[in-house]
């Protein structure tokens, strides 16, 4: 079963550092590219950014750009979001999906499947 | 790149059809068939319910349906069920910085 699971909720002060997980099973991890999605309390979805395992090119979202770093570890199949300096205003669920390419094209795709979310909450 | 626009909420009795319309710009929903529908249970992970437009994934029933015309697209959920009760959201890819974006979400009531 393809599956991605990610790192359990967490409570943080402003100004903390924090790198949350999504780790893949049942696929070729490296074949996929792994995105980063945010739910904001009472939000819809926005995309963050993406990573290709393979070759760790990152493509990021201009209103997530220097906000957020993401990485990914091939040796445990793992993909990471990570804050240097925590703000109020990141308090959201964050969800990681894998990427599908349409066989008929080198672009687009869509996300199947997600990770189960990771609850951030950032308060003092 | 803004948000895809969807109606806030939606409602259906069972049995019933409903549709959600999800739209966008010449720049997303009109500008390519990656368009794809997500629905989400709250505290669980979202699912695919349609890809490019009109494809539905392996597993999931075929009373739901997928369109697009110009720059809208409509999600389809026919003989409405209980379990259908989610939000929906929709995206788009863009081509852009911000390569995909998504609709606000349609929170679907089954009466």
């Known amino acids: 079963e393809v599956q991605l699971v990610q790192s359990g909720a967490e409570v943080k002060k402003p100004g903390e550092s924090l790198k949350i997980s999504c780790k893949g099973s049942g696929y070729s991890f490296t074949n996929y590219w792994i995105a980063w999605v945010r739910q904001m309390p009472g939000e819809g979805l926005e995309w963050m950014g993406i990573?290709?395992?393979?070759?760790?090119?990152?493509r990021y979202s201009p209103s997530f750009q220097g906000q957020v770093t993401i990485t990914a570890d091939t040796s445990i199949n793992t993909a990471y979001l990570q804050w240097s300096s925590l703000k109020a205003s990141d308090t959201a669920i964050y969800y990681c999906?894998?990427?599908?390419?349409?066989?008929?094209?080198?672009?687009?795709?869509?996300?199947?499947?997600w990770g189960q979310g990771t609850l951030v909450t950032v308060s003092s | 790149q803004s948000a895809l626009t969807q109606p806030a909420s939606v409602s259906g009795s069972p049995g019933q059809s409903i549709t959600i319309a999800c739209t966008g710009t010449?720049?997303?929903?009109?500008?390519?068939?990656?368009v794809s529908w997500y629905q989400h249970h709250p505290g669980k992970a979202p699912k695919l319910m349609i890809y490019d437009v009109t494809h539905r994934p392996s597993g999931v029933s075929n009373r739901f349906s997928g369109s697009k015309s110009g720059n809208t697209a409509s999600l389809t959920i026919s003989g409405l069920q209980a379990e259908d009760e989610a939000d929906y959201y929709c995206?788009?890819?863009?081509?852009?910085?911000?390569?995909?974006?998504f609709g606000g979400g349609t929170k679907l009531t089954v009466l």
């Open positions: 010449s720049s997303d929903v009109g500008g390519y068939q990656y």
């Open positions: 995206s788009s890819y863009t081509g852009s910085d911000t390569l995909w974006v």
């Open positions: 999906a894998r990427r599908i390419l349409p066989s008929y094209s080198r672009s687009g795709g869509w996300f199947d499947p």
């Open positions: 990573i290709s395992p393979g070759n760790y090119d990152t």
